[in-house]
């Protein structure tokens, strides 16, 4: 039904669907659109380094929706020079500590 990527597929025909299922008039039945997050272009510099990104973290010391260094893997774990350590050792160690999905968190590498 695309309605969470639609706005006129979540307040209107969802909407109807779901006054019809509930037995309730269309005005009676509100529905919220939230346009989906774009996540912001990874950052390509400098060379050697790795970021990666999540929409949330359990972790307070993340900020969730912003592109972060791994300043720490670059420096103890090779996340800098070596693709596969940024790429799937760091994101499974991410996914881990903000306790969300594998897939829930992208990385970049930057090449050195």
Do not use: H, K
Request: some cysteine; hydrophobic content about 35%; charged content about 15%.
């Amino acid at each position: 039904a695309r309605s969470g990527t639609d706005r006129n597929a979540c307040e209107q025909t969802r909407r109807g669907g779901f006054a019809a299922w509930c037995g309730l008039p269309f005005t009676a039945v509100t529905m919220q659109f939230n346009a989906p997050q774009m996540t912001p272009s990874a950052p390509t510099s400098p060379a050697g380094s790795c970021y990666f990104y999540v929409t949330s973290c359990r972790q307070a010391a993340i900020t969730p929706n912003v592109w972060i260094r791994d300043n720490w893997g670059e420096a103890n774990a090779r996340s800098g020079t070596d693709r596969n350590a940024c790429e799937q050792t760091r994101r499974g160690g991410f996914a881990a500590w903000c306790g969300v999905p594998f897939t829930a968190v992208t990385m970049q590498f930057n090449a050195p």
